[in-house]
């Protein structure tokens, strides 16, 4: 991991408070935001003198002056033979919960850099590191991007350890395990793997590990960065590595046996090993009756088949299998082709195009631009291209399904935009027989895939009624008495459970 | 090194089966077709042995008042492919058959054959094997397709779907598919009867309608058969599905309507030497539809006695129906034989050969069971 360069094993230079501020002073030259405060305290026998480095904006300042720079100037100082002034100070003058004392110029550094305020001391060849920490963070909210209706609504935000309280937070127990790591050579990102010690599978967890360890890279801005460097099958779009804003989400992942890793800086939290059910299964899921669960996610499931096959189909049907569509439905097809210049392939491909076109275009624009956008996308590229028979109608009926069915399982978003293309292609050249072809090639894929050594369909393949109990329906929680089958050594999840309640 | 070459071979493998396979290999725009709904073949002029009709479907108007039109095209071959494929002199698009519903015959082609005039439907990959046929009463079938049509926009969607309607509801006639006349004909014992339609004078401009049905032995019209005819041989078929029963105490009263509910009729042959005999049972379950105002049967005889009237009409019906088969033509339509090829197969080597005559001569006895459901909404005396 990436430990830095040239300051590996350096010291403080000397005893000198002069000198060592000096070295301070040229580490971070050029950098005005840094603070040197000169103090001097003459109330015991001898002047003490200090300076405290701190990086102005990222240190509380109500607390600096009445924890760290009062005390300092109005302690009174008995020398001691046995102990040196650092000493005395951490242990009778602080009032601060984390002091550490050390002499490494790395550790000085980031201290510096991350709020932390450090205390030179005349005659000291060391240095205390004062937690002072106070810089602003977002609020916790909900989640823009997995609202649900009922459920918590606390999502995560960009400081690790506000992040690691939350899941600490659900999950009360000496079980529960954190382990903090370091990324980036530059931005010395924290991060820290997360899981429940007497449920996790190991195999799954040396993996992370092994993974982790290989990642050399200058910067982590976002846990995407380490996604990319640990996922399994690299090139496919489709996910092995999950990824919420939710702590609730993680809590629940942690008890089937995942792994999580949280990155400072980002809301986005990562479990491994990502199923591809994972997809479908919201968290709301769980959160409401189970019958409406399990409707809404075959919904879902049949959601995605469409969205990924309807054009390819629909092309399919209309240019080589016409004597598959019922008579009425051919000869309204038949009626708006009349007169559209474009093959119905290109006619779909373009729709396509222009779908993405909007929906990018309502992803990255500002807000107030909405309606504009709305009226444009639905009136001129909607009804007027159909009016000026530039498209037929049905191309349009066809696009805008499988467009919408294709935001409902947001998740897949990447993979269903590229894969119909890849179906739509296979429709051009060889009818339904290659949309089937397509498929099967799409399905060896999926099939072939692992996440951490998980396979990645594996609760969609194996036998027994308890793997099928949290994949196309979602079975009531008194039945869930096992974890899903890889995910965990420990599969027993309620003991004595599987009851009805009376 | 080995692993992309291992991949290579995969892909390629892949690419091969691919196209191997590949069963359509026909990528092609619907607009470009002529999409038919249905054909009249009659006898060519000029030298031609085949004079085909063909109803398209045309659009016309634009935008939201598009409106599908019939397009009529018609040329003459002397085989039916000819005949289609001669359209392209006329017409800038392919006839498309997938979506043909009927097939109407003229009664001069049916009288010289219909096998010739099947096989290419039959043959090819297009036309479906589910398509209606009939047989024109008009001199020409292509007279019918002339007809404008009347509910829907195209004549023979329009027939296709009264065909369909009066097969349930109606009993007369009832339709057959191309798949089921190539079964018959290829049958031993069981001759053709088809549709019929002629065209019916209205106010404004002709009509089609049903009428009864062509009767044929072997491949070749000898006759026609009335709408009622055509009704009681389909009890013998035992292809009613549906239909009314006109009854009353002696036969060809028609004080009460029954509704057919559900009909099951079973033929027992039986062989002696050359001789045969058939007993056809006829079961019944029917409403008690209508009555004419006169009499009230139900408090009057009660529902019992109904059934029986109803049991001797159609026990006559049927019997007459099947003499007057019997005397008009050597046509076994009622499949009396391939009843005995079934059932009896060392018997029907014996008569096989002259069977046309043993059918003319055969004793035929007709029983009938009807069980009457209901009454309607109305009972007893209620409205009397």
Excluded at chain 1, 23 to 28: D, G, I, M, S, V
Excluded at chain 1, 95 to 102: A, H, I, L
Excluded at chain 1, 197 to 211: P, Q, Y
Aim: glycine share 6%.
């Amino acid at each position: 991991m990436g430990s830095s360069d040239s300051f590996a094993g350096a010291k403080l230079p000397s005893d000198k408070l002069e000198q060592n501020v000096l070295y301070l002073k040229n580490l971070f030259s050029n950098d005005d935001t840094l603070i040197f405060r000169d103090l001097e305290n003459s109330r015991g026998k001898e002047t003490l003198r200090f300076c405290l480095v701190y990086t102005d904006g990222m240190v509380n300042n109500r607390l600096m002056n009445q924890d760290v720079i009062r005390p300092l100037l109005e302690f009174v100082f008995k020398p001691d033979e046995d102990a040196t002034l650092l000493d005395t100070i951490q242990l009778q003058a602080m009032f601060s919960n984390d002091v550490k004392k050390t002499d490494a110029v790395e550790e000085l550094i980031q201290g510096i850099v991350y709020g932390d305020t450090i205390l030179l001391a005349q005659g000291c060849p060391q240095a205390l590191i004062l937690n002072t920490k106070g810089f602003t963070l977002r609020s916790i909210a909900e989640p823009e991007g997995e609202r649900v209706i009922r459920g918590p609504r606390e999502g995560f935000n960009e400081s690790i350890l506000t992040n690691l309280s939350m899941v600490r937070r659900k999950i009360r127990s000496q079980d529960l395990k954190f382990k903090f790591l370091t990324f980036g050579t530059r931005t010395k990102t924290k991060a820290c793997i997360c899981y429940l010690d007497s449920v996790v599978n190991r195999n799954v967890l040396t993996e992370l590990e092994r993974r982790l360890e290989k990642i050399n890279i200058d910067g982590t801005l976002d846990s995407n960065y380490i996604t990319e460097n640990i996922k399994d099958s690299p090139f496919s779009a489709v996910k092995t590595v999950g990824s919420t804003e939710r702590p609730d989400v993680v809590a629940a992942k942690l008890l089937e046996g995942r792994v999580a890793l949280f990155l400072d800086g980002t809301p986005m939290v990562l479990t491994v090993p990502h199923l591809f059910i994972e997809h479908f299964q919201a968290d709301e899921d769980y959160y409401i009756h189970y019958i409406f669960s399990s409707v809404d996610r075959i919904l879902r499931i049949f959601a995605f088949v469409l969205s990924l096959c309807l054009p390819a189909v629909y092309v399919a049907m209309v240019t080589f299998h016409q004597e598959m569509l019922p008579t009425p439905l051919l000869l309204s097809i038949f009626a708006a082709r009349q007169g559209v210049p474009f093959p119905t392939a290109l006619e779909t491909v373009m729709m396509l195009i222009v779908f993405e076109i909007l929906r990018e275009a309502g992803t990255r624009m500002p807000g107030v631009m909405a309606q504009t956008l709305s009226i444009v996308g639905a009136l001129v590229i909607g009804q007027a291209a159909v009016e000026a028979k530039i498209v037929s109608a049905p191309i349009i009926i066809v696009v805008a399904m499988s467009g919408i069915c294709g935001l409902m399982i947001v998740r897949l978003k990447g993979y269903i935009i590229i894969h119909r293309y890849f179906l739509l292609l296979c429709a051009c050249t060889l009818g339904l027989y290659g949309v089937l072809l397509g498929l099967m090639v799409l399905l060896t894929g999926l099939f072939g895939m692992t996440s951490f050594g998980v396979p990645i369909m594996s609760d969609i393949y194996t036998r027994g009624l308890q793997s099928y109990k949290d994949i196309y329906v979602r079975a009531p929680w008194w039945t869930m008495v096992r974890r899903p089958r890889f995910l965990s050594g420990n599969r027993v999840r309620q003991s004595g459970g599987g009851e009805k309640p009376k | 090194m080995k692993k992309v070459l291992k991949t290579m071979i995969v892909i390629l493998e892949a690419a091969i089966i691919l196209f191997i396979f590949s069963g359509c290999w026909d990528y092609h725009e619907m607009e470009t077709y002529s999409i038919v709904a249905g054909m009249a073949i009659d006898k060519g002029q000029n030298g031609y042995k085949y004079h085909v009709t063909f109803e398209c479907v045309k659009m016309s108007g634009s935008g939201k008042s598009q409106q599908i039109e019939p397009l009529l095209l018609n040329a003459d071959g002397n085989t039916i492919f000819d005949a289609v494929r001669s359209t392209l002199r006329e017409s800038d698009k392919k006839l498309y058959f997938s979506h043909c519903k009927i097939i109407i015959v003229g009664s001069d082609i049916a009288k010289e054959g219909l096998r010739p005039v099947l096989d290419w439907m039959k043959r090819d990959a297009e036309p479906r094997l589910t398509q209606d046929l009939l047989v024109s009463k008009e001199k020409t079938a292509e007279e019918i397709l002339r007809v404008k049509p009347q509910s829907v926009q195209l004549l023979s969607f329009q027939i296709a779907s009264t065909l369909e309607e009066s097969t349930g509801f109606y009993g007369s006639p009832t339709s057959l598919q191309l798949y089921e006349v190539t079964n018959i004909l290829n049958s031993d014992g069981l001759e053709l009867v088809l549709p019929a339609i002629e065209k019916k004078p209205a106010m404004d401009g002709d009509t089609v309608q049903l009428s009864g049905g062509a009767v044929f032995k072997s491949d070749k019209q000898i006759g026609w058969l009335s709408p009622d005819q055509d009704r009681y041989y389909n009890y013998v078929r035992d292809k009613i599905k549906g239909g009314l029963l006109v009854t009353g105490p002696t036969p060809g009263s028609t004080n009460v309507t029954l509704e057919i509910i559900d009909s099951k009729t079973t033929v027992k042959p039986s062989v002696s030497g050359q001789s045969a005999s058939v007993e056809i049972n006829v079961k019944i379950r029917a409403a008690y539809a209508e009555q004419d105002g006169e009499t009230d049967f139900l408090t009057k005889v009660g529902l019992a006695q109904v059934e029986k009237y109803a049991e001797k009409t159609l026990e006559f019906e049927i019997e007459s129906n099947v003499k007057n088969v019997q005397q008009r033509f050597d046509s076994d339509i009622f499949g009396f034989g391939s009843k005995i090829h079934q059932s009896k197969p060392k018997e029907w080597d014996q008569v096989n050969k002259n069977w046309d005559q043993i059918f003319k001569a055969m004793k035929v006895k007709v029983n009938a069971e009807v069980k009457i459901d209901n009454t309607g909404l109305s009972l007893p005396k209620v409205g009397d």
